[in-house]
């Protein structure tokens, strides 16, 4: 007898959440996680000291079912305030969005984005049955699983014939071409952009994949909106992994796993267990892998055991990460000019163009000339995350390659963390003179320290190719991989990335079934 | 006054196809055409005494052969002959790349260059095949409507659906996985060397304000190469005498069926009464009625210029000019005293000038001419894709002299620095003229005359917006029921009595036919008149 | 490049269609000089004889003394390195890890659906080196199959190592009397090696014909001079040289598959499958699903439990009128369409009418009958013949698996 039901490989949000289902559902778990705590990129950690800070910094689509389900909330987890959004402006003339509302902007444009974004919202209500739910195989599955697209077929025949044309012509619009046919105001178009290229090799004006990913992260009841949870997001980290451990999962943190065991006999492969960084071998029914494509199917398992054209498949996967994360350690709350109370999220890129030529600069493996930014100071909402009268600055920089011409030296980390606190400091003067210390991280310390392949935080790059049915490619969309008995349960499957939890949840229930 | 069946405004390929087919079906038509030649952009002018410059489009691969043997074409006097071989140009001067005609010494150029991208290329065009093969098949139907479902809508899907299916799963995926991602990322899973993935990646931004790096810019890569000469998909092919000779072939049918042709007659406004389309008012005040209106101009300019926002219902008018249409071409017409020499290219090569010359350079070259564009300015290493007709058509050019057609991507509509002027125009020029001569020295010792045309010129004289050449972009929001606008993919418009019949409409641009026929099917279902069209014959591939 | 060649290309130097020309053999000095019908054809970009003089009289050297068939243009690959035999292993269907230092082996390799790429063959040159050899190129996907296997190098040595089969009765004693002695000691599959021209020729005990026959490895710029010295011994034997449709005949009859005509290469089909499995190929014997895995295991695993499809089948048909692209019925009155021919030939060494074709399998059992076309002074004629299904190859003598052969 096999030591486990499911061994799962990684203790991040969607590792924990597979991990609390299987084992509500009475298998025996274990969850192996190579840091010393739970989290993965959500793991809040002290960069300096009394400072403390996640790489992932907010939440704003976590799964209310999931919520429910497991009982987050009994276990601790609050969902915050949602925040405000503000794009800031060089004179002073900020946008500011709160929820369907925007100021800052023309009437005309103010009503436009309360129309538009009530359709935005209907779109991603139609989606939903497509997130939560495994993506059906194309004549592999019965009717039954077919069904999920007839049901959002429904959904969107649901909306009237006229909203549904506007849906499957805006899907694959790029975002510039969404905004400008919307909206009049830069800063405005710049804002909303952000939330639909981020983490990818897309800029505004990439054609198919920036609204979807847009619709995708508005799931979920606060539209899209932002918020820090009670705790920082350790409060929702704590909560699914107490959650997990009341449902009597075994957590093991500081267990790197070395490999994925397999063994085969004439009718085929089986992955029977893992093999630990020390050597233990552990034995179980399935494993279960939270870790991302590239690092599951080759640094795990082996190419070898693998058939030629799916590794070539995961092997091609976009999976380079395309953002910097900053933070900074404050003596003190920094005055953004114009700005009240910074305590929503704070974008830094003027206009469309601001995105777009960063990326520009990105897409040959160069620093971008002027960094786009979203700053957040997460110690005025969660105030123990820095000393008393101190704060946390934490701020994701786009688009930063990977693969950096000439490779990320010290001059190369010095040179952008130069030019982003340059771009902060037009912003907020003075902001320099705060900083007790500062922590860059490009995609390759992302990818070093948190074992994530590309520094990606989605795991996969989210775009249409490598979505839905796709994602992270056929033959393991279903969770399921061509290894009998391997898993997979990660931001890499369907439906992606973002700490959402739709991954552990789908795939526990494809591993039940 | 006389009342027609139909009047088709505009003289294009597709305008004429479209008259060709109804005037077959017995409909009393008449085609109005705004210049003094017929032909829109496929046309051949003599723009310096003894050229003939296919100045608009000038290859030929799309046009549909069952149109071309239903209409007659070849009595009309059309002759569509292939293409031999290109050679395509690095960015280092002296590095090109052969694509010999013949399957052996393609193959030895490439496994010269690369024996793994020698033996990938097999694959590369087995593929590609595959994808054309499929979305051939839908180039003479009309789109179904997803959001009505009347029974032919469900017909036409389960036709899309059965296509599909017989792809087996996996190619169904990697097909749409290829309908959505960037020709670079397409081509990096078949090819290492640069020039090789730069060449192949090409087709997939000539036309469109999109980089090699876009997402779409592999279907776009597909819509350039899954036309096909005689059956061999890919090739492209030469009309001799031009692409003149394709409208002026079409011509001859509408006028054998008994249609009418007026040219000088530019269309100032459609007619509305009472909801319905009843005619058109030309320029000159006259006013011209008939039972429906084709138009075949762009969907932009059919519903911002020719006609009132009040005769629209509601919101037509915002689809319309939101629809994209982005000049990002420019083309340059040069005649040419003698065959230029170019440098990495075998002298003496009879066979060589038979088809075209790609100045691509690697993929990177291509995107940073794009980056460009997005800026408002042109590169000054751009993409050239040329060709020189006179090399094999003696019609194009004095004998012994040449015709040189250049288009370039890119070239935007407008200037960062203000709207375009002569001179920024013969800047522009001379930036194509310097990048070929780096690669053929004494290049420009050969011109006779030169004829720039960039996105302003392009719509001032054939009326396409912004000189976008595909009358719209060939992204997914435009393409099958999204082309023009979503609900409007059947050729009938808004307006009662009123259709369109352009590349604004499915499949799209290129000199296809299909889009002037699959309006004429619809146009003669809705009169009840038997249809006219002719399936396609590429079925049973 | 023959004499006349060169002075030609000197005369209007330089050539300007010298890129566009087909790489030369290194052997095509030689015979070039033989092929005084001119009948070239093309092989992966290399200029290639389609025949010499005459194909029968080019078949009946290979069943009656001794040919040479130039197999330059193969594609032939090292793959060197610890972890060279494992990358083998998983990309073809057999275990190539039972395959002995000195010894080759026939192989396939299939696509993850399990449709056959290619066939050709692995050599086991040392511990840790091995040659494939295939009929076309390879490269893009030994790069694909070599990912995850880092300690390995491959190499293209299609143009650094010229190759010539040697085949038919008198094979060996030509080679004997070439001077490679102990050759006849070499068993089927076997590699030897021998010292020439103060190199070394590589002999394996291979071939495409069903006879006894060999296969000579050696760098090209020996290549000449090893011909010379076979051609001297093997003149009493009268060794001629043969092309294309000359290896067709042969192989046919001992029912070896060719690539075009029993198989479409999987990367190369555009049609959902048309393409073929080794199970359909009649090639389930190279399939080992005792070793561990393998690439398309899985859906060849699936295919071996259904049943294929087709099976590739030898057909002995009624009369003497070739079946070349013939359908076949399971019933005189050709109601019932059961399969295709592949391949036809009446075989003058055994006085039979023979084919490959693809019959649908469970039709394998029952009445075969072959629609033939054939024409008489123009005028053009049908029949419906009867086919035999034959379980043996048409040609297969005792000589090619002896050890040692008889010396003719």
């Known amino acids: 007898m096999s030591d486990y039901d499911s061994i799962i490989i990684g203790a991040g949000h969607n590792g924990l959440v597979c991990a609390a289902y299987l084992a509500r559902a009475g298998q025996r778990v274990l969850v192996l996680e190579a840091a010393a705590e739970p989290g993965g990129l959500a793991a809040t950690r002290e960069f300096h000291p009394g400072f403390r800070v996640s790489v992932a910094h907010t939440l704003h689509h976590f799964s209310r079912k999931i919520v429910q389900e497991l009982g987050l909330t009994k276990h601790g987890y609050q969902p915050g305030e949602l925040m405000n959004t503000t794009g800031l402006s060089a004179d002073g003339q900020h946008v500011s969005i709160k929820g369907n509302l925007v100021k800052g902007v023309s009437s005309a444009d103010a009503e436009a984005f309360s129309e538009y974004q009530a359709m935005l919202q209907k779109f991603a209500a139609a989606l939903e049955p497509f997130w939560m739910k495994t993506m059906p195989r194309i004549g592999k599955n019965s009717l039954k699983e077919m069904l999920t697209f007839a049901q959002v077929g429904l959904k969107l025949r649901l909306l009237g014939a006229d909203d549904m044309r506007e849906f499957f012509r805006v899907a694959s619009l790029p975002i510039r071409d969404l905004m400008d046919e919307n909206y009049d105001s830069d800063i405005l178009k710049a804002v909303l952009s952000w939330d639909a290229v981020i983490g990818s090799t897309q800029a505004p004006r990439s054609p198919n994949n920036t609204v979807l990913s847009m619709l995708y992260r508005m799931t979920g009841e606060s539209g899209g909106a932002h918020a820090i949870p009670a705790g920082g997001m350790a409060g929702l980290v704590n909560a699914l992994a107490a959650a997990a451990e009341s449902q009597g999962v075994e957590l093991r943190y500081g267990s790197p796993v070395k490999s994925i065991a397999v063994e085969g006999d004439e009718n085929g492969q089986r992955a029977t267990g893992v093999v630990l960084g020390d050597g233990e071998r552990l034995t179980a029914e399935r494993v279960i892998s939270a870790t991302d494509p590239k690092r599951t199917f080759f640094d795990l398992l082996g190419a070898r055991h693998l058939e030629i054209e799916f590794t070539n498949r995961i092997r091609r996967l976009r999976t380079d990460g395309q953002v910097a994360k900053l933070h900074l350690a404050l003596s003190g709350l920094p005055n953004f000019s114009g700005v009240d109370q910074p305590d929503g999220r704070l974008i830094i890129a003027p206009q469309m163009d601001s995105l777009e030529f960063a990326w520009d600069d990105a897409k040959f493996g160069r620093l971008p000339e002027q960094p786009a930014l979203e700053v957040l100071i997460p110690s005025l909402r969660e105030p123990g995350l820095a000393p008393t009268g101190q704060h946390v600055l934490s701020a994701h920089v786009m688009y930063v390659p990977r693969s950096l011409e000439g490779g990320w030296t010290e001059t190369a980390k010095a040179e952008l963390q130069g030019k982003v606190m340059q771009t902060l400091a037009q912003y907020a003067p003075g902001i320099e003179d705060l900083v007790l210390h500062a922590e860059l991280l490009t995609p390759q310390d992302l990818e070093e320290q948190w074992k994530v392949t590309g520094g990606h935080w989605h795991h996969t790059e989210l775009a249409m190719d490598q979505m839905l049915m796709m994602r992270p490619t056929y033959e393991a969309a279903q969770h399921s991989t061509p290894i009998p008995g391997l898993f997979i349960c990660g931001a890499g499957c369907h439906p992606g990335g973002g700490v959402m939890g739709g991954p552990g949840h789908n795939a526990a229930g494809e591993i039940l079934r | ?116 991208d020698a033996d990938a290329m097999f694959r590369f065009q087995t593929d590609l095949n595959r994808y054309a093969q499929l979305i051939r098949k839908t180039l003479l139907r009309t789109p179904p409507d997803p959001a009505r479902m009347r029974p032919r809508d469900i017909q036409e899907l389960l036709f899309l659906a059965k296509e599909f299916w017989s792809l087996g799963e996996r190619e169904l995926y990697e097909y749409v996985r290829f309908f959505t991602m960037s020709a670079a990322d397409f081509l990096e899973d078949y090819f290492e060397d640069e020039l090789i993935k730069g060449a192949m990646a090409s087709p ?117 000019k939101n629809f994209k249409i982005r000049g990002s071409s420019g083309k340059v017409n040069i005649a040419l005293s003698g065959l230029p020499k170019f440098i990495g290219v075998p002298e003496g090569n009879r066979y060589i000038n038979r088809g075209g010359q790609g100045f691509c350079g690697s993929m990177g070259t291509m995107e940073r001419a794009y980056d460009c564009w997005k800026r408002g300015t042109w590169s000054e290493d751009p993409f050239i894709e040329s060709v020189i007709p006179s090399a094999w058509d003696p019609t194009v050019a004095p004998t012994g002299q040449h015709w040189m057609s250049n288009f370039i991507q890119y070239c935007p509509p407008e200037l960062a620095d203000g709207p375009w002027t002569p001179e920024k125009r013969d800047a522009f ?95 003669l279902m809705d009169l009840k008149r038997p249809n006219t069209v002719p399936e396609d014959d590429c079925y049973d591939e | 490049m023959t004499a006349e060649e060169q002075s030609l290309r000197h005369a209007t130097a330089p050539d300007p269609y010298a890129d566009e020309r087909l790489t030369l053999s290194p052997f095509h000095a030689r015979q070039a000089a033989l092929n005084i019908r001119e009948a070239w054809s093309e092989w992966n970009g290399y200029r290639f004889a389609d025949y010499y003089y005459d194909v029968e009289y080019e078949y009946f050297c290979i069943r009656n003394t001794v040919g040479t068939y130039d197999i330059s243009p193969m594609q032939k690959y090292h793959v060197e390195g610890p972890d060279a035999e494992a990358m083998l292993d998983r990309m073809v269907t057999r275990d190539v890890t039972k395959l002995k230092e000195g010894r080759v082996t026939y192989v396939c390799w299939c696509t993850d659906t399990g449709r056959m790429i290619d066939d050709g063959t692995i050599f086991r040159l040392g511990p840790e080196k091995f040659m494939l050899t ?76 069903g006879d006894l026959g060999y296969e000579l490895w050696v760098e090209p710029q020996l290549a000449l001079q090893m011909w010379d010295a076979l051609y001297a011994a093997g003149e009493n034997y009268g060794i001629q040289p043969y092309g294309e449709a000359a290896t ?70 009624e009369g003497n009128k070739v079946a070349e692209g013939s359908w076949i019925y399971a019933d005189e009155g050709c109601s019932k369409h059961v399969g295709y021919v592949t391949s036809a030939m009446w075989s003058p060494a055994v006085k039979a009418n023979i084919a490959l074709a693809m019959i649908k399998t469970e039709h394998l059992k029952g009445e075969l009958w072959a629609e033939i076309y054939y024409d008489k002074e123009l005028r053009q004629y049908e029949k419906i013949a009867r086919c035999t299904v034959a379980d043996k190859p048409f040609w297969a003598p005792d000589r090619a698996r002896a050890t040692p052969p008889a010396d003719a």
């Open chain 3, 134 to 209: 295939c009929g076309s190129p390879s490269l893009a996907w030994l790069k694909k199959a070599r990912f995850g296997f880092d300690n390995l190098t491959i190499t293209d040595m299609t143009d650094n190592i010229a190759g010539l089969s040697v085949q038919g009765p008198c094979s060996c004693a030509t080679l004997k009397a070439m001077g490679l002695d102990g050759i006849d000691q070499l068993k089927p599959f076997n590699i030897a090696y021998f010292d020439f021209a103060g190199s070394q020729l590589m002999v394996s005990r291979t071939g495409f014909t």
């Open chain 2, 204 to 320: 997939g931004i000539i036309g469109t304000a999109l980089g090699v790096y876009s997402p779409g810019s592999a279907y776009i890569l597909l819509h350039h190469v899954m036309g096909d000469v005689d059956g061999s998909i890919g090739a492209w092919g030469l009309a001799r005498g031009g692409m003149g000779a394709i409208s002026n072939a079409i011509a001859g049918a509408v006028k054998q069926h008994g249609g009418e042709i007026r040219t000088e007659a530019g269309v100032e406004q459609i007619i509305v009464r009472g909801g319905k389309a009843v005619g058109v008012a030309l320029e000159s005040g006259e006013e011209i009625y008939s039972d429906i209106v084709v138009s075949n101009l762009d969907a932009k300019r059919t519903f911002t210029k020719v006609m009132d926002k009040k005769d629209l219902p509601p919101g037509i008018y915002e689809k319309a």
């Open chain 2, 1 to 116: 006054m006389k009342r027609y069946d139909a009047v088709i405004i505009g003289a294009g390929h597709n305008g004429l196809t479209n008259a060709a087919y109804l005037a077959k079906a017995g409909l009393d038509v008449l085609v109005v055409e705004k210049n003094d030649y017929i032909g829109g952009a496929a046309v051949s002018r003599q723009m310096t005494e003894g050229w003939w410059y296919s100045s608009c489009s000038y290859v030929c691969s799309m046009m549909r052969q069952s149109i071309h043997r239903d209409l007659d074409l070849t009595r009309h006097g059309l002759i569509l002959v292939p293409y031999l071989g290109t050679v395509n140009f690095g960015d280092q001067v002296g590095d090109t790349l052969m694509s010999y005609h013949a399957e052996g010494p393609a193959y030895n150029a490439l496994r010269k260059r690369n024996p793994h």
């Open chain 3, 248 to 317: 067709n005949m042969a192989r046919l009859e001992a029912g070896f598959i060719m690539p075009d005509m029993e198989f479409h290469e999987a990367l190369k089909t555009v049609h959902l499958n048309h393409d073929q499995s080794p199970f359909e190929l009649n090639l389930g014997w190279l399939v080992d699903f005792k070793k561990p895995h393998f690439n398309g295991r899985r859906a060849l695993l699936e295919e071996r439990e259904r049943g294929p499809a087709y099976t590739l089948t030898k057909l002995d048909i």
């Open chain 2, 429 to 523: 020029g001379q930036t194509v003229v310097n990048k070929i001569e780096r690669h053929a020295p004494g290049f420009k010792d050969l011109i006779v005359h030169m004829e720039v045309r960039t996105p302003h010129e392009i719509e001032n004289e054939v009326g396409l917006t912004e000189g976008n050449i595909f009358q719209g972009e060939l992204t997914i929001d435009q393409l099958l029921f999204n082309r023009p606008f979503p609900g409007y993919a059947q050729y009938r418009m808004p307006v009662k009595n009123m259709y369109m019949c352009g590349s604004s409409t499915h499949p799209g641009g290129g000199v296809s036919s299909a889009c002037g026929a699959n309006a004429a099917r619809e146009i």
